[in-house]
């Protein structure tokens, strides 16, 4: 596990690779699926979380669309104190993670959607087609090829006599 350290100047440092960080780094490593902690350089504190709630804030702030809007901070606002917190926590953990199982069978349904509209596609198929209708028609054009190449043989033998 790669761990990063926070100081006090609100810097971050890879230790691994010896050398300081951005935000946008650590949201790297979250894109490539890598395992980090971020601790306090003083207390040794995990601050893992407020780093990663500090990255989905400025998600939100930069207009990449909103994944939690008011309506949904304001529901997650009134879990925390509630008897419910700890099997909200659950319930969320596992939507998500049951989305991400599906997603690629939604990408890949979207795919073929899109394929099948797509007009390079369909001008594939239809070129396709075209050249199997062509193809039956292939060993006729195979017999007139032999005929005309014994017409030429005649028509060579015609100047030799002449």
Not at 58 to 69: K, R, V
Not at 80 to 90: E, F, K
Not at 115 to 134: E, F, Y
Request: glycine share 6%; net charge negative.
């Amino acid at each position: 596990m790669r761990i990063l350290r926070k100081y006090t100047n609100r810097r971050l440092y890879d230790t691994s690779r010896s050398c300081y960080v951005t935000l946008e780094d650590v949201k790297q490593l979250v894109l490539n699926g890598e395992q980090f902690q971020v601790q306090d350089s003083k207390t040794g504190n995990d601050l893992t979380r407020n780093i990663l709630l500090q990255i989905i804030s400025e998600q939100e702030a930069e207009g990449h669309g909103t994944l939690l809007t008011n309506q949904v901070l304001q529901q997650l606002i009134r879990f925390y104190g509630d008897s419910m917190q700890g099997m909200m926590s659950q319930y969320l953990e596992q939507s998500i993670a049951a989305f991400l199982e599906h997603q690629d069978r939604i990408r890949e349904q979207m795919q073929t959607m899109i394929g099948a509209a797509n007009p390079l596609t369909m001008m594939n198929r239809i070129a396709d087609q075209n050249m199997a209708v062509w193809n039956m028609f292939s060993p006729r054009a195979e017999e007139s090829k032999g005929e005309s190449d014994k017409g030429d043989d005649v028509s060579g033998d015609e100047t030799k006599k002449g």
